[in-house]
């Protein structure tokens, strides 16, 4: 595609639940990266896949959370049994390799999940 | 450990002034620098990307510069407009393949 697509852009769920949140990189970018933007914070990392493996998943805030990514395409960052702190917009970037040295990074419009 | 600092915090401006957004970074081993915009509710908007070897790049009234020995880059705004006003945020690629963002810098110009 064009850009980075996001899905969903919203999601409100209720505390204990899972959910999904779903990535599509630029086609034949082989680096994709989660990040997460809490109220009023900066951007944290959290996973940053190359190809369909993740050499870096040291940002994972718990083992609620997991990614996995098919095909060296689309990406899913999944929260089980989600918290009140698990609440922030989840963005996702893609390069076209890594780790984005010449072509830096385009972000997609990310997923504001509210947990209630 | 890379930290990025970007300092002020939030900045307004009247229309039409020259502005200077100040990003510094602990680690000088970097791949690259980048400059990005986000509006509210929006995601990241790339705005220049300044490679490890290069001192600036420059788009329309945009001007990146990197100093990397000194760790600091800034972002210069010429002849600032309503519609510049978003959050900037500066993020370096580290040798760890990892992006370390700043706070960013809140701007609001004031029309």
């Known amino acids: 595609g064009a850009g980075v697509s996001q899905s969903p852009s919203n999601k409100v769920t209720e505390k204990g639940k899972d959910v999904e949140l779903r990535c599509d990189p630029i086609?034949?970018?082989?680096?994709l990266y989660w990040y997460r933007q809490s109220l009023g914070q900066g951007l944290e990392f959290l996973i940053y896949?190359?190809?369909?493996?993740?050499?870096?998943k040291s940002g994972l805030p718990s083992d609620r959370f997991s990614a996995e990514r098919t095909g060296g395409s689309v990406s899913t960052l999944t929260i089980q049994r989600t918290q009140q702190e698990d609440s922030a917009v989840y963005l996702c970037?893609?390069?076209?390799?890594?780790?984005?040295?010449?072509?830096?990074?385009?972000f997609g419009s990310g997923t504001r999940l509210t947990v209630v | 450990k890379q930290e990025v600092t970007q300092i002020p915090a939030a900045l307004s401006v009247p229309e039409g002034e020259n502005l200077v957004l100040n990003c510094s970074f602990t680690?000088?081993?970097?791949?690259?620098l980048q400059w990005f915009r986000q509006d509210p509710g929006k995601g990241l908007t790339s705005l220049l990307l300044?490679?490890?070897?290069?001192r600036e790049q420059t788009s329309g009234r945009l001007n990146a510069s990197l100093d990397k020995s000194s760790g600091r880059s800034t972002l210069y705004i010429a002849a600032s407009q309503p519609g510049d006003s978003a959050t900037y945020l500066c993020?370096?690629?580290?040798?760890?393949?990892?992006?370390?963002f700043g706070k960013g810098t809140r701007l609001h110009i004031l029309p």
């Open positions: 970037a893609s390069s076209l390799q890594p780790p984005g040295q010449r072509y830096g990074y385009t």
């Open positions: 086609s034949g970018h082989t680096a």
């Open positions: 896949f190359q190809g369909n493996s993740a050499p870096d």
């Open positions: 680690d000088s081993a970097i791949y690259n």
């Open positions: 300044i490679q490890s070897s290069q």
């Open positions: 993020a370096v690629t580290s040798r760890d393949d990892k992006i370390i």
